[in-house]
C-alpha cells in the first residue's frame, strides 16, 4: 500500500484475521498454580460479599469440588463484568412430565437437549477429547495442540476470525468431584459477560455464558461469543444457551 494511501475494509479484515491466526498459534500453557489460587480466593471473597439481592443458589464460580476452569471465575484484578441479561423465559420440563424433551442430543453432555438455530448457516463441531461441543457460524477446526489447554477455558475453534454478525458457541462438561446434592447449588442462569480474551482474539465483541446442572449432577459451561451481532443473532444465541435443558 503507498504512503498516504487509505486502508481499504477488505485490508482491515484480512489484517486482523491474520493477527488473530498468529496469536491462536503460540501454545496455550495451562493456567498456573497462583492463577488458580487466585481463582479460589476470588470464589471466598465473592461468597462473603453475597446479599439476599442473590436470587437462587446462583453464584459466578463453581466451588472446589469442581474441577477449576479459568474460564468460569475472573481471577483477582480482571476486568469487571458487564451487568447481568437474564434470558427470556423458557418452557422447562416439570418435575412430573416422563416424555424426554425433543432436540438435538450432543454424545458425551449428560443427556442435554439443545434446540439448534432455524438458521442453516449454523453449524456443529465436536472435540470428544475435551468432553466440547460447538455451534457456529463458520467454518471450524481444531487449533494446533487441541482445546485441552484453551485460553481462558474457552477453545476457538475457527479457520478465520470471526466475522461481522459471526457466533461461536462451546458447551463443555465439567468433571465434579462435588456431591449430588451440592452440585446443584451451582447453576448459574444467561448472563451476558465481558468477553474473555479467547473470545477478542477472534473479534469477538459480545459474550454470554450459562452453567447448567443435570439431575444427576453433571455441570456443562456453556459460552457464546457474538462479533458486532445483530439482534437476530443475539436472539438465537440467548435462546441456544437457555432453551438447553436435561432429559
Known amino acids: 500500500m503507498s504512503e498516504g494511501t487509505e486502508p481499504t475494509p477488505e485490508l482491515e479484515r484480512a489484517e486482523r484475521e491474520l493477527r488473530a491466526l498468529l496469536e491462536r498459534a503460540v501454545p496455550q500453557l495451562p493456567a498456573p498454580a497462583q492463577r488458580l489460587e487466585r481463582v479460589r480466593e476470588g470464589i471466598r471473597r465473592r461468597r462473603r460479599r453475597r446479599t439476599a439481592a442473590v436470587t437462587g443458589g446462583a453464584v ?17 484484578g480482571g476486568g469487571r463484568a458487564a451487568p447481568a441479561v437474564v434470558g427470556s423465559a423458557t418452557p422447562r420440563p416439570s418435575a412430573s412430565q416422563t416424555t424426554p424433551p425433543s432436540g438435538y442430543r450432543p454424545a458425551g453432555m449428560g443427556g ?23 455451534l457456529g457460524t463458520q467454518r471450524m477446526v481444531l487449533p494446533e495442540g487441541g482445546c485441552a489447554h484453551a485460553l481462558d477455558g474457552f477453545c476457538t475453534p475457527l479457520a478465520l476470525a470471526l466475522k461481522k454478525d459471526g457466533a461461536l458457541v462451546m458447551f463443555r462438561r465439567q468433571p465434579s468431584k462435588m456431591p449430588l446434592g451440592k452440585a446443584h447449588d451451582y447453576e448459574v442462569p444467561l448472563t451476558e459477560d465481558t468477553p474473555y480474551q479467547a473470545c477478542r482474539t477472534v473479534g469477538g465483541t459480545r459474550q454470554l455464558t450459562r ?15 457474538l462479533a458486532d451481532p445483530s ?9 441456544l444457551l437457555d432453551s438447553a435443558v436435561f432429559g
Open 112 to 134: 442435554l437437549v439443545l434446540q439448534l438455530p432455524a438458521d442453516k448457516s449454523w453449524q456443529t463441531f465436536a472435540d470428544p477429547k475435551t468432553a466440547s461441543l460447538f
Open 231 to 239: 439482534q437476530t443473532r443475539v436472539q438465537e444465541a440467548r435462546y
Open 60 to 76: 459466578l464460580a463453581l466451588a472446589a469440588g469442581l474441577v477449576a476452569v479459568p474460564g468460569l471465575v475472573r481471577p483477582h
Open 211 to 225: 452453567t447448567a446442572v443435570g439431575p444427576d449432577g453433571t455441570i456443562v459451561w456453556a459460552v457464546a461469543c
